[in-house]
């Protein structure tokens, strides 16, 4: 039954919303990670998301959302000299993850509201589902 | 009196309800896929095919040679989804406004409860007429 499908499309953009907002809780609690060398600096990740199509037939709807991957920025990381540093390479430098805080705050509030947007679709689907469950009560 | 001429037009209503839910539940999931364009049907167009009597003719493949593999009419496409037309698509090529396919869910939701409505008022008809009310 259709109404059902509704809930697994809205339960699909929860779940892919909540896999962004890990990633935004995992690059901010990894604003501060420093590390004494390029390749094993944290960087910044974000997901890529894929509709998922119901077969190849064009006269269907998309059947939910999946996240087709993670991506991590290729922003340039910060570099600083602080050769008293314990994590200082033999040049002195230190490597900090190209996190930016105010973009990651713009994610973490369009994913939350885009979760809001799957609920509100659940619950509307749901009031949809019990009116028509109790036809002719 | 069977029940296809009691409920009428609302059977078929409340089927295409629950498939705009589907459509439209696709679209708010897909906010922020890049490339998704934001789909939807004509409900009074589709309605107004979906009625009995108003049936598209069957979809047959044309053939041009008696040696052509003979091919069973297809059964017509039922509300041909459309993509809309986006008023301010976004760089990634996405063109769900959320706020638009919110605000079309909640019509589709109120349409929804008016054909249930609809149908516990001719079944409540119904019911009177068999209690001799």
Same mark, same amino acid.
């Given at each position: ?60 709807? #998309? !059947? ?5 991957? =993670?991506?991590?920025?290729? $922003?340039?990381? +910060? ?31 369009? #994913? !939350? ?5 799957? =609920?509100?679709?659940?619950? $509307?689907?749901? +009031? ?10 | ?133």
């Amino acid at each position: 039954m259709s109404s059902f499908k509704a809930f697994d499309i809205a339960a699909s953009g929860m779940s892919a919303q909540n896999l962004r907002l890990n990633l935004v809780a995992s690059n901010m609690a990894n604003v501060d990670t420093i590390s004494s060398s390029i390749e094993r600096t944290y960087r910044a990740r974000e997901p890529v998301f894929q509709a998922v199509m119901d077969g190849l037939d064009p006269t269907r709807p #998309a !059947s939910g959302v999946r996240m087709l991957g =993670v991506i991590e920025s290729q $922003a340039p990381l +910060r570099k600083e000299y602080q050769p008293d540093h314990p994590m200082a390479d033999e040049q002195g430098y230190i490597y900090r993850p190209n996190v930016n805080l105010v973009e990651e705050m713009a994610n973490m509030i369009s #994913a !939350s509201r885009s979760y809001q947007s799957n =609920v509100e679709v659940m619950n $509307a689907a749901k +009031r949809m589902a019990v009116s028509t469950i109790d036809i002719g009560k | 009196m069977n029940a296809n001429s009691l409920f009428g037009i609302h059977e078929q209503a409340l089927r295409l309800h629950d498939r705009r839910s589907e459509v439209l539940a696709a679209n708010l999931a897909n906010a922020d896929t890049p490339g998704y364009k934001a789909r939807d049907f004509d409900f009074q167009a589709v309605l107004r095919e979906a009625m009995p009597g108003r049936s598209l003719p069957a979809v047959a493949l044309r053939v041009t040679n008696p040696r052509h593999i003979a091919v069973a009419p297809l059964p017509p496409p039922l509300g041909d989804l459309q993509y809309r037309v986006p008023e301010q698509p976004s760089v990634d090529g996405n063109t769900v406004d959320a706020q638009r396919e919110q605000a079309a869910f909640a019509e589709n939701e109120i349409g929804h409860q008016a054909t249930v409505r609809f149908i516990n008022g001719a079944l409540s008809t119904l019911r009177r007429a068999i209690r001799g009310e």
